[in-house]
Nanobody, 124 residues
Framework: QVQLVESGGGLVQAGDSLRLSCAAS????????MGWFRQAPGKEREFVAS????????EYADPVKGRFTISRDNARRTVYLQMNSLLPEDTAVYYC?????????????????WGQGTQVTVSS
């Protein structure tokens, strides 16, 4: 059974940085793409970033391009989201997800397994 456990969320001020981690278990990690999504109160879940199984391809949502970086350590079975220059509008619950495929995807329907989420709050 695939399990994803996020960590690293918290309360920070605008301009600060945070690094989220997602530890995976239950199947061969390096075979499958990983993604980060977020959901703010009253809004739909939205794509943030995705990385291919080998780590060679990444994709970002426009609002986070140049500020966030997704990476993965296949030996540690962990995917990261480095978030710099945080803005109040980045406040959301951040979810890690994995899909049954190697390539990056940006739609939540393409992902089969989800973590429980970690709260990120950015104060102005």
């Amino acid at each position: 059974q695939v399990q994803l456990v996020e960590s690293g969320g918290g309360l920070v001020q605008a301009g600060d940085s945070l690094r989220l981690s997602c530890a995976a278990s239950g199947r061969t990690f390096s075979t499958f793409a990983m993604g980060w999504f977020r959901q703010a109160p009253g809004k739909e879940r939205e794509f943030v970033a995705s990385i291919s199984g080998g780590g060679g391809t990444t994709e970002y949502a426009d609002p986070v391009k140049g500020r966030f970086t997704i990476s993965r350590d296949n030996a540690r079975r962990t995917v990261y989201l480095q978030m710099n220059s945080l803005l109040p509008e980045d406040t959301a619950v951040y979810y890690c997800a994995t899909r049954d495929g190697f390539q990056v995807r940006t739609h939540s329907n393409d992902y089969s397994y989800w973590g429980q989420g970690t709260q990120v709050t950015v104060s102005s």
